[in-house]
């Protein structure tokens, strides 16, 4: 009899607990959809600053909206954190195909990042298509020495949840003219990674095997990898190939933005929530990551708005360079092991600012078992899938380095790759009750692990 009591005042206890939960997380979305500042914010970062890739003047730009930007929303400190990153130029580029006895025609392309362009010469070669690798592997060293292998490889659509298809394509972008290369190819071309029924090409980071020799790589948008994929089924096709884009020798100085709020009963134990400053050197970075960084600043916004204040420190952080480098991920888990600091959790938003779904989350199955008995919680909030290994680039280098556990925020991924390292990510594709809603459920993420001390 005792046991039950004891077991009946302890459901009881839980579902107090649960009901002051879900005031608090009305209160926050109340906050942050009826008086949030990330979406104008965005507006600011996309339209007067623009794209930014590491090393370049307009991420220069952007630092200093995220240092304004922070201090706005209240943290209780602002401060920069430096970090050398590559700075890598495109300069001016060009593809021209020519199918048959036919004149050459102008494509939209790309070249990949961090890609070696021609020189600004024209490469002219014959252009050979496999379908994968091991279409490549079947080829003969004579089909492929000095020519340009077109890697047909299909973004597949039958994923559901897009990453998927990204993580299994995107090997493709990453290594191909090292693979091609070695073989003698003198230049490679890609289909974008894009889900996209349009023709805009995706840029991306690449990388060269060191010791073979560095061949360009350009993407195409799907409708001109579609025509392609026809010119070459019917006879010899030809390109023309021309870019600049290089990669400088000398690092350069930039910064991650941080800002934080102290905790009330562990100070000394940090959340981190970020996303990522730099962006392609094409569009205005407005999903990826204008969207993750704003929502970060309105994080620390919304509980200071609250006057809630966790019992964790809550550190919000624009990382400097995740898309050709991760030096900013890097300086952040030096500085971190260096002043021997305690993370607790670190959660990463950088999967577009689109109406959130779940969480994903990458820690001991304990951990994962206690934040599931909340997710009940978000589903008034559309959020429902707890089910997803993801965290982020940013926060890799510090998981890895003193075993931190991860989170990452998942929206609806239907849309990602469409606009994803485009010129059509910018600020109109962002919707404004999406963005808020994905700052919502970050700061009621953070306030329910910090609430229930679950780290
Ligand atoms: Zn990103």
Redesign the pocket.
């Known amino acids: 009899m005792k046991f039950r009591l004891i077991t009946l005042a302890a459901v009881l206890c839980s579902q107090m607990s649960l009901a002051q939960d879900s005031v608090i997380f009305r209160k926050i979305s109340d906050e942050i959809m009826l008086h949030g500042t990330c979406y104008e914010n965005l507006r600011v970062l996309c339209k007067g600053v623009g794209n930014r890739i590491s090393g370049s003047p307009a991420a220069a730009k952007a630092v200093e909206w995220g240092k304004k930007n922070m201090k706005t929303a209240g943290a209780d400190s602002v401060w920069l954190q430096a970090a050398d990153v590559p700075y890598w130029h495109r300069g001016s580029e060009s593809l021209l195909i020519k199918a048959g006895n036919g004149q050459y025609k102008k494509v939209s392309a790309l070249s990949l990042g961090n890609s070696e362009g021609t020189g600004g010469k024209v490469l002219e070669a014959k252009v050979v298509m496999v379908a994968n690798y091991d279409e490549f592997k079947a080829l003969p060293e004579s089909a492929v020495k000095g020519n340009i292998i077109f890697f047909n490889y299909k973004f597949r659509q039958d994923f559901i949840f897009t990453f998927q298809a990204y993580g299994d394509a995107v090997k493709y972008r990453w290594g191909s003219p090292s693979i091609a290369a070695a073989k003698g190819a003198a230049g490679v071309i890609i289909r974008s990674m894009s889900t996209g029924a349009d023709d805009f090409p995706h840029t991306g980071s690449m990388h060269y095997t060191d010791s073979i020799k560095k061949i360009p790589e350009m993407a195409l948008g799907n409708i001109s990898a579609d025509s392609l994929e026809q010119y070459c089924k019917r006879g010899t096709v030809k390109a023309k190939m021309q870019s600049e884009c290089h990669i400088t020798d000398k690092p350069i100085r930039s910064y991650n933005v941080i800002g934080e709020i102290k905790g009330s009963k562990y100070p000394d134990k940090i959340i981190t929530v970020g996303?990522?400053l730099d962006?392609w050197d094409v569009g205005e970075g407005a999903h990826?990551?204008g969207a993750?960084c704003a929502q970060s600043i309105e994080v620390i916004r919304a509980f200071k708005a609250l006057g809630i204040r966790p019992k964790y420190t809550i550190r919000a952080v624009l990382f400097m360079n995740?898309?050709n480098g991760l030096k900013g991920g890097q300086a952040y888990a030096d500085s971190a092991a260096a002043k021997n600091e305690h993370h607790a959790l670190a959660i990463e938003t950088?999967a577009g600012g689109f109406a959130p779904r779940g969480m994903g989350m990458e820690m001991s199955e304990e951990k994962k078992d206690k934040i599931r008995a909340f997710q009940n919680l978000f589903l008034p909030y559309g959020v429902y899938d707890f089910s997803n290994d993801e965290g982020g680039?940013d926060i890799s280098a510090i998981q890895k380095k003193l075993n931190v556990p991860v989170a990452g925020l998942l929206p609806d991924s239907q849309r990602y790759f469409d606009v994803h390292h485009t010129n059509n990510d910018v600020f109109e594709q962002v919707n404004h009750r999406e963005l808020k809603l994905g700052a919502t459920v970050l700061t009621q993420f953070i306030y329910l692990v910090s609430e229930h001390e679950i780290f």
């Open positions: 996303g990522h962006s990826d990551d993750g995740e898309e950088d680039a």
